[in-house]
């Protein structure tokens, strides 16, 4: 049995990590948490995160980095806004929870093998290509990303959906293009550049 240290010390906390997100879009005002948990109490999926987004905001103040980062949390929220409704201070903790994914992309802490970052890049990646989104495009991306024996799985599900016209075989193809893909090929590189 391995025996290992749960306690942070102080040293190792990244002070200036509050700061840091506190600058991003939507999250300035993550200083005013009162740590009233009605965030947490409000989600309808805090009973799967390995941390509540109370537990959450106070981590980030905090300087637990790493720990924010590569919380299963960020990737299960399923941006639904109830926690940004109700809280008092007016925090966009959603808002707060796309930073923290964007912070784990960026530094390539993200959980890969998971469905939830492989299918945001897979969107992502499909829009920059085509100017659209392809849901087909998306399964299939996503799921050799992850696990290709979903896509066994899921085939009775895409030809109920073919079959009953909620999904174009044509699709399967990313067909779906806007015209002139070049201009927007241009703007994401700009974007990539100045990122
Ligand atoms: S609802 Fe707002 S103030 Fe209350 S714990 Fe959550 S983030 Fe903090
Ligand atoms: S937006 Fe995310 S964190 Fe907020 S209540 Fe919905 S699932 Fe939970």
Redesign the pocket.
Known sequence: MEISRTVKYESELDKDFGNRVMELSGCHK?S?????????S?CPVSLYMDYT??KL?AMIKAGFKDEALRSQTIWLCSSCYS?TV??????K?TDVMYSLKRMAIEGGIYPKKAPAPALAKAMADIIARNGRNSEMGVVMEMSLKTNPMNLLKMAPMGLALIKRGRMEIKDFYHRDKIKNRRQLHDLVKGLKKEA
């Open positions: 993550i005013e948490c009162i740590q009233c948990g009605t965030c947490s409000t987004p109370r905001m926690c109700m809280c008092p201070a007016q925090i903790i």
